[in-house]
T-cell receptor, first 110, second 117 residues
Framework: RKEVEQDPGPFNVPEGATVAFNCTYS??????FFWYRQDCRKEPKLLMS???SGNEDGRFTAQLNRASQYISLLIRDSKLSDSATYLC???????????FGTGTRLTVIP | EAGVAQSPRYKIIEKRQSVAFWCNPI?????LYWYQQILGQGPKLLIQ????????DSQLPKDRFSAERLKGVDSTLKIQPAKLEDSAVYLC???????????????FGPGTRLTVL
């Protein structure tokens, strides 16, 4: 079983729509959680960390559900510039390396 | 602040040839990572250094891949001999420290896109 699993999509949504991605992780010892954004042919960049209490940054909201071992990312009022691949990443207790999902590709359509 | 630098950006080689990639992390970052990202997949850790020591190389195919960070700053990743399945983007990342906050951010370089023919 993979450490981290995501629906690869693609998700095609109209501008202004709300879209949500989920990501499941297999190791209950996982400690830290992140969402990265990766544009085509570019490197991943940290979008937001995911805290136990959930956190929000503008139009983006991240949630963690430890009981069900998943994290989610909600994007409200989608913009054309949100089109990218969204990677979830998980760090286990005592480690510093990240396990990444395959990424979910989002295309926002005019 | 300068980001993570990598070179070359692109490399095309034939199978069984050798290739080397170079990474210069963000100044002062103790931890350096090499990831392999195959098309359509997420990055997969190959090796992690803390200063000039190896922390984790469990996913590194040691029969053909090697990496070093001799002075605890720059790092090189080598593949010898290359196989077709090594075609991927090789990403270098760095982060400030190993201990401390569990939310140490990793900063990625632009990657080296390797094509093995």
């Amino acid at each position: 079983r993979k450490e981290v699993e995501q629906d690869p999509g693609p998700f095609n949504v109209p501008e202004g729509a709300t879209v949500a991605f989920n990501c499941t992780y297999s190791n209950s010892a996982s400690q830290s959680f992140f969402w990265y954004r990766q544009d085509c042919r570019k490197e991943p960049k940290l979008l937001m960390s995911v805290y136990s209490s959930g956190n929000e940054d503008g139009r983006f909201t991240a949630q963690l559900n430890r009981a069900s071992q998943y994290i989610s990312l909600l994007i409200r009022d989608s913009k054309l510039s949100d089109s990218a691949t969204y990677l979830c990443a998980v760090r286990q207790t005592g480690a510093n390396n990240l396990f990444f999902g395959t990424g979910t590709r989002l295309t926002v359509i005019p | 602040e300068a980001g993570v630098a990598q070179s070359p950006r692109y490399k095309i080689i034939e199978k069984r040839q050798s290739v080397a990639f170079w990474c210069n992390p963000i100044s002062g970052h103790a931890t350096l990572y090499w990831y392999q990202q195959i098309l359509g997949q997420g990055p997969k850790l190959l090796i992690q250094f803390q200063n000039n020591g190896v922390v984790d190389d469990s996913q590194l195919p040691k029969d053909r891949f090697s990496a070093e960070r001799l002075k605890g700053v720059d790092s090189t990743l080598k593949i010898q001999p290359a196989k077709l399945e090594d075609s991927a983007v090789y990403l270098c990342a760095s982060s400030p420290s190993l201990a401390g906050s569990s939310y140490n951010e990793q900063f990625f370089g632009p990657g080296t896109r390797l094509t093995v023919l």
